[in-house]
């Protein structure tokens, strides 16, 4: 059985349309069995941490610059499996206390062990022993891991300095973008920052080479809602668009570093013709926006 599935998953991994039926599947079983071949089949998540993310350099970058005598509170929304992020940040910042939001519990306790232990390595920092399990290790690092839980529902009478999110927001359909930053505006304190890194490539290109980047603008809306099934969801937002739910939402943009790819090499649906060819090639972003209101 697991020899058929295996060969199955190889199938899969050499056609992206293979893919979409393999999640269209899943999407009506329950989510751990996805976790569970993510984790034991395709071996995708246990993939191992070789260097320092970019997006973890940038947010670092903007912590060190906050000013503060006591503890910097941060939150995070959509934590993911390992919290490498998280443990990066603590790792690297005394002073931190972090609250990582996930709307699925899907934290698995040997893959973050396991970046902790590669991540000391990177950081060329002794593992400390003083701990027998996950928990123990998030307590030492100072990382509250709350899951299940909305972040466009959380309330809590703590107030953060800074709110950050990586490779989550082009997951969650647009519309509920408003709810989620209009809830951060209460959750972020006065000048607090939001730190957002957005992956706008097309997700399937990242195991299909020959895809392009951004191969999903080819879709209409019809088309591309049998693409894109709920447990692999991607909202397809462009970099402009995003910029200007923030705005609307009255967060004020600071800085942000943008990465393109160089051309297009097909014709967009009719749905992103009215946007400018730099939007359409932009695939990356790391936005800082402050809560000045
Ligand atoms: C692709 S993962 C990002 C993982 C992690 N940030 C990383 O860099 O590895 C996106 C995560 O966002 C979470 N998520 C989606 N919508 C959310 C919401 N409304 N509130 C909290 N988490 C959410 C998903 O459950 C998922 O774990």
Redesign the pocket.
């Known amino acids: 059985m697991f020899r058929i599935i295996k060969i199955f998953s190889q199938l899969i991994e050499e056609n992206w349309k293979l893919k979409v039926i393999a999640f269209w599947i899943l999407s009506f079983l329950p989510r751990k069995i996805l976790f569970f071949l993510q984790h034991n089949i395709t071996n995708r998540s246990s993939k191992k941490i070789l260097t320092l993310d970019s997006d973890w350099l940038f947010i670092l970058e903007k912590i060190n610059k906050l000013n503060s005598d006591n503890h910097i509170k941060l939150l995070?929304?959509?934590?993911?499996?390992?919290l490498?992020?998280n443990i990066y940040l603590a790792l690297s910042h005394k002073k931190l206390r972090q609250s990582v939001?996930?709307?699925?519990p899907?934290l698995n306790e040997k893959l973050t062990l396991q970046a902790y232990y590669q991540i000391c390595k990177l950081l060329n920092k002794k593992p400390m022993n003083n701990f027998n399990n996950m928990k123990e290790l998030l307590n030492l690092l100072k990382i509250d891991y709350l899951a299940p839980?909305?972040?466009?529902s959380f309330l809590t009478k703590e107030k953060f300095d800074v709110c950050i999110?990586?490779?989550?927001i082009e997951?969650?359909p647009k519309k509920?973008l408003y709810k989620?930053f209009k809830n951060l505006k209460t959750l972020i304190k006065k000048d607090g920052l939001l730190i957002s890194c957005v992956d706008y490539s097309d997700h399937y290109s990242h195991t299909f080479k020959h895809l392009s980047p951004v191969n999903f603008l080819k879709y209409n809306s019809f088309h591309w809602f049998f693409f894109n099934p709920p447990n692999h969801f991607q909202n397809r937002i462009r970099h402009n668009e995003l910029i200007k739910i923030l705005k609307d939402c009255n967060f004020t943009q600071y800085e942000e570093r943008l990465e393109k790819i160089d051309d297009l090499n097909f014709n967009v649906s009719k749905k992103y013709r009215e946007f400018k060819l730099e939007e359409l090639l932009t695939v990356r972003s790391q936005i800082l926006s402050k809560n000045n209101i």
């Open positions: 995070e929304f959509g934590a993911g499996r390992n490498a992020q939001v996930d709307l699925n899907m839980l909305d972040i466009s999110s990586k490779d989550t997951h969650i509920n989620i």
